[in-house]
């Protein structure tokens, strides 16, 4: 499906500007019209990060007037394997603004917003009405779907992308035209259940494979020039290297976009996609010790048994000394149940918290009531207890 | 009935209710294309005809 051109053409572009974007302007799909409606084109980029990293860099490079970035977070040496739009030196710098540096490299005839801030419910609509289009590069649920029903409720169209490991998936949600995000997936996986790239690792080339996705289709959408997906679902699986596109229909019982939507103004996006299980949040009361009480039990010679519930990979990045590893998984299906203490008293960790608290729900339905977890898990013990360890 | 389910042969699976199950015991999170188009949850009863090709989706929130 066609749609016409999202922005009017600007008036003329300049001498520089007909120098810089030649390659574009001699494509007859494009032209001059097609880089005018670019550069009058206005295009926010939620997240600079490993989506936002290339989405940034080429929606740039390509012309497009005024790009705006809402990120809140700062520069980690971890993001540096695929957000390459920060550097060596921008560690520990707002994302936002060492991207507004790269961009003013990379093209200084773009007009770059800075919304150094966390997205959020009360400023979310204020931010979206600046512009014409966006393009989701946030990670995590409960983002994505603030993004989504703000969008759908101001009639925005959005660009989405989502990537895990090998995988990414791409699509342009617009409900004036055809599906939103919930028409494809009407709630959030339980809380635990889709490791997010930080717990389950992210291949770093991925980021580009999806963010040009993402970037093409804003343009084709601006300009007016091709078939959008919209109503497709792109799913890229860099393993097999195959491209699918999957039909995607408006649903017709859709909270947000449906005839009888319930979901008439933003909602409490924490609590719907909820950052760990009902069972999991009663076990950690008064069951939950801090990174420094484990370190004056281990010193005291309590009698415990240390378990690391990560991956094995995980495991072999980093550890607290004296642990013993069983994948939360297998702690929660049952199948390791056997492998925990009986007499002595079990301590789980993970990276940060969540899947020791859901090891630790398992673990005391189990029976193994004096069990505990770690607040804050292995970065907790490294930021509190030994920052000689490395991060991940 | 053959089907196939994320790419493999599979029988015995009725809807596609069923297909998902034995693919996953989540139910939030989760799209499903039955040859090649996304099937709205309130549909997922509908009967799967021989031959259908499956596919189960699960949401990823990275970016
Ligand atoms: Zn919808």
């Not at chain 1, 899947?355 to 398992?362: D, G, I, M």
């Amino acid at each position: 499906m066609s749609l016409p051109p999202l922005v009017e053409p600007a008036s003329e572009l300049s001498v520089d500007e007909v120098r810089r974007y030649s390659r574009h302007l001699i494509i007859p799909d494009v032209a001059m019209d097609g880089q005018k409606r670019l550069k009058n084109a206005k295009v926010l980029c939620v997240g600079a990060g490993g989506l936002g990293s290339p989405a940034l860099m080429y929606l740039a490079a390509a012309g497009v007037g005024t790009i705006g970035i809402a990120e809140f977070d700062t520069v980690d040496e971890s993001n540096l394997q695929r957000q390459i739009i920060h550097g060596q030196s921008d560690v520990g710098r707002p994302k936002a603004e060492s991207a507004a540096d790269s961009i003013r490299e990379i093209n200084p005839y773009v007009d770059v917003v800075i919304h150094n801030t966390v997205l959020d419910n009360d400023n979310v609509f204020e931010i979206f009405e600046q512009y014409d289009l966006i393009v989701d590069g946030t990670d995590n649920f409960a983002t994505r779907y603030m993004v989504n029903d703000a969008a759908v409720l101001l009639g925005k169209p959005y660009v989405w992308g989502s990537i895990y490991r090998f995988d990414g998936q791409a699509s342009v949600f617009w409900a004036d035209q055809g599906p939103c995000y919930r028409c494809l997936y009407p709630e959030p996986p339980p809380p635990g259940m889709v490791p997010s790239c930080a717990e389950g690792g992210v291949l770093g080339v991925l980021c580009a494979s999806i963010g040009s996705i993402q970037v093409t289709e804003a343009i084709k959408l601006l300009t007016g020039v091709g078939d959008p997906l919209v109503g497709s679902l792109m799913v890229y699986d860099a393993l097999e290297m195959t491209y699918r596109k999957i039909k995607v229909r408006k649903d017709p019982n859709c909270a947000v976009c449906g005839p009888n939507a319930t979901v008439k103004e933003l909602i409490d996006y924490e609590d719907f996609c909820g950052s760990v299980t009902d069972e999991a949040a009663e076990a950690v009361i008064g069951s939950t010790i801090t990174a420094r009480e484990l370190e004056t039990w281990i010193k005291e010679g309590r009698d415990i048994d240390l378990i690391d519930v990560r991956e094995p990979a995980e495991y072999e990045i980093v550890r607290i000394p004296g642990s013993r590893l069983i994948p939360k998984g297998e702690i929660v299906s049952g199948a390791a149940l056997a492998d925990l203490p009986t007499e002595r008293q079990a301590v789980f960790y993970c990276k940060a918290g969540v899947r020791s608290a859901e090891a630790l729900a398992a673990a005391k339905a189990a029976g193994l009531k004096n069990a505990v977890h770690v607040q804050g898990g292995v970065l907790g013990w490294i930021n509190q207890v030994d920052p000689s360890l490395p991060t991940y | 009935m053959k089907i196939e389910l994320n790419g493999e042969a599979r029988e015995g699976v009725a809807t596609i209710t069923e297909a998902v199950a034995a693919v996953t015991d989540a139910r939030r999170g989760i799209a499903v294309a039955l040859n090649g188009e996304v099937v709205p949850r309130s549909e997922w009863d509908r009967p799967l005809a021989d031959g259908d090709a499956v596919e189960v989706l699960t949401a990823t929130q990275g970016g």
